[in-house]
């Protein structure tokens, strides 16, 4: 019983950070409506920039561009006899960290998401994960990975060791759970005594009646993102003697921030503040037990408690975010109506098959980067561009099916095409388990879920030696049909073969194709009746609850089809290549492409990592693509949330004078409806 204590109280230093991460991502949401999903990669980098003051008196560039660090004192002198003072003290470095909080805050506030006030869920959901994708990036470009990852700052509280009910402890964890103690309780006075809070509370409830008392909506949510931002700064500097601090592992803190969060409602501070130290407590008692019980599996079974605790408060509230009456109501991207579908596909497919057969090693391999990315991209398109269900975990889905294939390959003896098509269809079942929350939740609480599920995922299964080889890795079968082998492995520059190559491409085609029909067809209506409006589509009589899982099974199916030409194309296949951060990234460049046609997966493809736009501008800095691709995500959703086909099909209309797909989406929305109808009345009369 004692060592149960004592994990439960080593749990107070993790669980106070994420309390105070909760508590930021309540200001935030409250003030503006926005679930701030790079809130904890705010913390992260401020974290960083406080420490970088501290060791050289150098502050952290948070621009892509330009030197990685900005002097702002003096280096030391090498002169025998003379020191100058060439880093900060503790305080000073503080100070200016908090003030840099707040100004990004500010900053981020201003130019990202007030113009996104306006905007629906899903650009607001885009332009947070652009800011994660941003800030990941840019530390690891000004901190380089190995110095990113051992930093292990001094100590700001003091951390001898106490005796507390009988059990030693480090004080630096009470001070931890203490200083989130004092900030509850500063916050719960602020905004339930004094009149600013009163305010922010008043535009949290109704935008509208805000304005007419004369608030300014606007002024009130900056002020609380500053404080939001400084919060989280502070909170991650505390914690990093005591955790370590590293870029993905820090930023991902969010998702039990966004747990504690929903537990409290999204409105109560101090239940808020309670499960987020509760949270921390548990994961710490959950190390302790994987210790003593040997036959749990060396997994990181602590991540997948903030995935339950989100499901099962979802399950029982349903909506768990509280509603706000905004000013305007956003609309989701248009959703054009394919035409001449069989011509571009043959013609694209055509040229990407001639660029394989005549094209050297390196743009072979970019054709392939691009057909697997936009397979999976294809996914995006069908969950979230046609029927709006946010899901943030198809890399997730893609790395179940690429290990699933692997092992009914090698376990089983299942041949190609069999064993992907059947791997795909274990993707099918764990999307539709994660997607469950679907039925009664949507938007941002389905991006939530859907997050928690990645993270749970990578390291709950992934990771798992038995079916994904551990951290090692796995060896991949090639695909062979017959006689005729399909596989990648070539020596020289006959790698990648062609073969494997035009494989991809007819796979890539083939789900385009299908893709783009269903978005034609009775179904794919429904699927826009369903993203319009589901209460309407409901009422009109179509059954929103199915029309959404299978929208989730089939997503699911195409993320798993594209898992496995990815996994033959790697045949030395690890869980780093299905990291939730992936998931965000494909997202953002479908979102870039055009999240709500098939070409926006194209495109999608195009602009992946390695693809062809990678090949065309020669070999470079990852991390630097990274922080593009999050800034231009960021632009684009305040900008031209359409995405780049969305300009392109609204150019052909103004070319073609007439109007945008707007109005044709609308009336093809209100057929669904009438198609579901219908047969139903027809079988009533019959």
């Keep these: ?40 990669a705010m913390g992260m980098f401020l974290a960083y920039t406080y420490f970088s003051l501290r060791q050289s008196g150098e502050l952290l560039n948070p621009l892509f561009f330009g030197p990685d660090k900005l002097r702002l004192l003096p280096g030391p002198s090498s002169e025998p006899g003379r020191e100058i003072f060439y880093r900060f003290a503790p305080g000073t470095a503080l100070l200016i960290t908090m003030v840099l909080a707040a100004l990004y805050g500010l900053v981020v506030y201003w130019l990202v998401f007030r113009p996104l006030r306006e905007a629906p869920t899903l650009a607001r959901v885009a332009a947070s994960l652009g800011l994660f994708l941003y800030l990941l990036a840019v530390t690891k470009m000004r901190l380089g990975t190995q110095g990113a990852t051992v930093a292990k700052p001094e100590a700001l509280l003091p951390d001898e060791v106490v005796r507390f009910f009988g059990i030693e402890i480090q004080q630096d964890r009470l001070w931890l759970a203490l200083f989130v103690v004092v900030v509850t309780a500063a916050l719960a006075v602020l905004y339930h005594l004094s009149r600013f809070g009163l305010a922010t509370r008043a535009a949290a409830e109704s935008e509208k009646g805000a304005v007419l008392i004369g608030l300014s909506p606007t002024s009130l949510a900056a002020i609380n993102w500053m404080l939001a931002t400084m919060l989280a700064g502070l909170a991650v500097i505390l914690i990093a003697p005591i955790a370590n601090i590293n870029p993905a592992t820090t930023s991902l803190l969010i998702v039990p921030a966004l747990a504690a969060a929903l537990l409290g409602g999204f409105r109560s501070f101090t239940i808020t503040a309670l499960a987020g130290v509760g949270i921390g407590m548990l994961q710490s008692e959950i190390l302790n037990l994987r210790s003593q019980w040997g036959w749990l599996p060396d997994l990181d079974l602590q991540m997948a408690l903030p995935f339950l605790i989100i499901i099962l408060t979802m399950a029982v509230r349903g909506e768990s975010l509280p509603t706000r009456a905004s000013l305007h109501a956003g609309r989701f991207p248009t959703s054009p109506r394919p035409a001449h579908v069989t ?49 943030l975990m198809p890399m997730a889905l893609a790395g179940i099916a690429a290990f699933a294939m692997v092992k009914l390959t090698d376990e089983f003896g299942i041949p190609f095409p069999l064993a992907p098509v059947l791997a795909a269809g274990v993707a ?68 990648p073969r062609r073969a494997f190559g035009i494989l991809c491409i007819v796979v890539l085609a083939a789900a385009g194709l299908a893709v783009a029909n269903l978005r034609r067809s009775p179904t794919g209506l429904r699927f826009l009746a369903v993203r319009a409006n589901e209460r309407a589509a409901a009422a009109a009589g179509v059954d929103v609850t199915r029309t959404k899982l299978v929208a989730f099974a089939l997503s699911s199916f195409l993320a798993g089809l594209g898992g496995c030409l990815y996994a033959y194309g790697h045949p030395n296949l690890s869980a780093d290549s299905f990291v939730v951060f992936q998931s965000l990234a494909l997202l953002a460049i479908t979102y870039l492409g055009g999240i709500a046609a098939v070409g926006g997966a194209v495109v999608a493809g195009v602009f992946a990592e390695g693809g062809v736009l990678s090949a065309a501008m020669g070999s470079g800095s990852s991390d630097v693509q990274f922080a593009i691709n999050g800034l231009v995500l960021m632009v684009v959703a305040v900008v031209y949330p359409e995405g780049i086909t969305g300009v392109l099909y609204a150019l052909a209309a103004r070319l073609r004078r007439r109007p945008a797909e707007r109005s044709e989406e609308s009336v093809e929305a209100a057929s669904a409806v009438g198609t579901a109808v219908t047969p139903a009345r027809s079988a009533g009369t019959g």
């Design 1 to 40: 019983m004692t060592q149960h204590l004592q994990y439960l109280l080593l749990g107070l230093g993790g669980g106070a950070v994420i309390a105070a991460l909760a508590l930021g991502v309540l200001l935030t949401y409250r003030a503006s409506g926005v679930i701030n999903f790079a809130h904890a």
């Design 343 to 391: 011509a571009w596909t043959l013609g694209l497919a055509g040229l990407a098959i001639t660029g394989m057969l005549v094209l050297g090693s390196d743009w072979r391999q970019a054709i392939i980067v691009t057909t697997t990315t936009a397979l999976i991209a294809l996914s995006v398109v069908l969950l979230t561009g046609y029927v709006g269900q946010i899901s």
């Design 428 to 495: 099918v079942g764990v999307g539709l388990v994660a997607g469950l929350p679907a039925v009664r939740v949507r938007g941002m609480n389905l991006a939530i879920a859907t997050l928690a599920a990645a993270v749970a995922i990578e390291e709950l299964v992934l990771k798992w030696g038995w079916f994904a080889g551990g951290r090692g890795g796995t060896t991949v079968p090639a695909p062979t049909l017959g006689p005729v082998d399909l596989g990648v492995s070539a020596t020289g520059s006959d790698f």
